[in-house]
Antibody, heavy 120, light 110 residues
Framework: EVQLVQSGAEVKKPGESLKISCKGFGYSFTTYWIAWVRQMPGKGLEWMGIIYPGDSDTRYSPSFQGQVTISADESISTAYLQWSSLKASDTAMYYC?????????????WGQGTLVTVSS | QSVLTQPPSASGTPGQRVTISCSGSSSNIGSNYVYWYQQLPGTAPTLLIYRNDQRPSGVPDRFSGSKSGTSASLAISGLRSEDETDFYCAAWDDSLSGPVFGGGTKLTVL
């Protein structure tokens, strides 16, 4: 079964750094893109960026460029989303999803989500 | 403000047919495939329709997608109580060079 398993919920203070993970199971991790999607409380879905673990080709939404860093370690089939200095406005659920191909592909499956809470 | 426009809510009675619209522009829906995702409360989204009108295995044929010009629609026939979830449309946007989502539609089964 193809599955993405994300790391657990995090509670952080403003200004702290954070790295969350998304591990792929049941498929060749290096041959599919991984997308990160944000869902703020009570709001819709926002695409943050994608990475191709095979060669680390990474693309960001203009809204998130410079705000987060997306990376991957193909040796352990894991993608990451990280912040160097969190803000309260980063409080959200973050999903990773397997993406078959930019422009013509879809997101399937999705990870279970990682809830990030940033509060002083 | 989402790039794709969906009605925030829709409703119907059991057994009824309901449609949810998704409006975009020439840079997204007008020139790329449309996808639909379903999100049950408190869970991750799941793929419902891909490439405008294709259903993944396991998705009932009560769900159907269509696209015309810069708009798309999701139709749900034989409405059931378990359809009371959120639905999101999505499409690649050539101007953004990335996917864009609709704001989501909350379906209520009366």
């Amino acid at each position: 079964e193809v599955q993405l398993v994300q790391s657990g919920a995090e509670v952080k203070k403003p200004g702290e750094s954070l790295k969350i993970s998304c591990k792929g199971f049941g498929y060749s991790f290096t041959t599919y893109w991984i997308a990160w999607v944000r869902q703020m409380p009570g709001k819709g879905l926002e695409w943050m960026g994608i990475i191709y673990p095979g060669d680390s080709d990474t693309r960001y939404s203009p809204s998130f460029q410079g705000q987060v860093t997306i990376s991957a370690d193909e040796s352990i089939s894991t993608a990451y989303l990280q912040w160097s200095s969190l803000k309260a406005s980063d409080t959200a659920m973050y999903y990773c999803a397997r993406h078959s191909a930019p422009r013509v592909g879809w997101f399937d499956p999705w990870g279970q989500g990682t809830l990030v809470t940033v509060s002083s | 403000q989402s790039v794709l426009t969906q009605p925030p809510s829709a409703s119907g009675t059991p057994g009824q047919r309901v449609t949810i619209s998704c409006s975009g522009s020439s840079s997204n829906i007008g020139s790329n495939y449309v996808y639909w995702y379903q999100q049950l409360p408190g869970t991750a989204p799941t793929l419902l329709i891909y490439r405008n009108d294709q259903r993944p295995s396991g998705v009932p044929d009560r769900f159907s997608g269509s696209k015309s010009g810069t708009s798309a629609s999701l139709a749900i026939s034989g409405l059931r109580s378990e359809d009371e979830t959120d639905f999101y449309c999505a499409a690649w946007d050539d101007s953004l060079s990335g996917p864009v989502f609709g704001g989501g539609t909350k379906l209520t089964v009366l």
